[in-house]
């Protein structure tokens, strides 16, 4: 059985990822525009299938990381994530300013990543170091 910080951290990432899916479709306007503004783009053929397959590609590694943190006992998928997160944050006001002042997806944005802050910091409670360690005497 897993250890509770692992399980909350499981939780929490999980939700933060639906949001982060849900902000990515609550945006889809914008992508489509600023790809349509692009020239370049539309000359090699790049479109909304484009986006799309951006979207499930992010989500589906996203995903693989978050199964080898809370499944596999993954601690190189637990620095992945660390390091996704901390480039994420890094480049939040880059995307906060593609988006617009105020509004919902500004807001839902930032709930994301707070999200995941608070979610990976679970990885670092002492029962969660154990398990992904191996001990199964981090167990609770």
């Known amino acids: 059985m897993r250890p509770s ?3 909350t951290f499981d939780r929490l990432y999980l939700v933060a990822t639906g949001l982060g899916l849900l ?17 370049e783009l539309k000359a090699v053929g ?11 590609i992010g ?14 006992r ?12 901390v ?3 890094i480049n939040l006001p880059g ?5 617009g002042s105020g509004g919902l997806g500004v807001m839902v944005s930032v709930a994301v990543e707070a999200l995941r802050v608070v979610a990976l910091s679970f990885l670092f409670r ?5 398990w992904l360690a191996g001990s199964d005497d981090a167990e609770a």
């Open 46 to 56: 790049i479109g909304s299938g484009f986006i799309y397959g951006s979207i499930a």
């Open 74 to 85: 993954s601690i190189v998928a637990k620095w992945v994530l660390v390091a996704f997160t």
């Open 23 to 39: 902000n990515s479709f609550m945006s889809l306007d914008k992508l489509q525009a600023r790809i349509d503004a692009m020239a």
């Open 87 to 89: 480039l994420a944050i």
């Open 95 to 99: 995307a906060l300013r593609q988006l």
């Open 126 to 130: 002492a029962d969660a170091k154990a």
């Open 5 to 7: 910080s692992i399980v």
């Open 59 to 72: 989500l589906a590694i996203t995903l693989a990381l978050w199964f080898a943190v809370a499944y596999r």
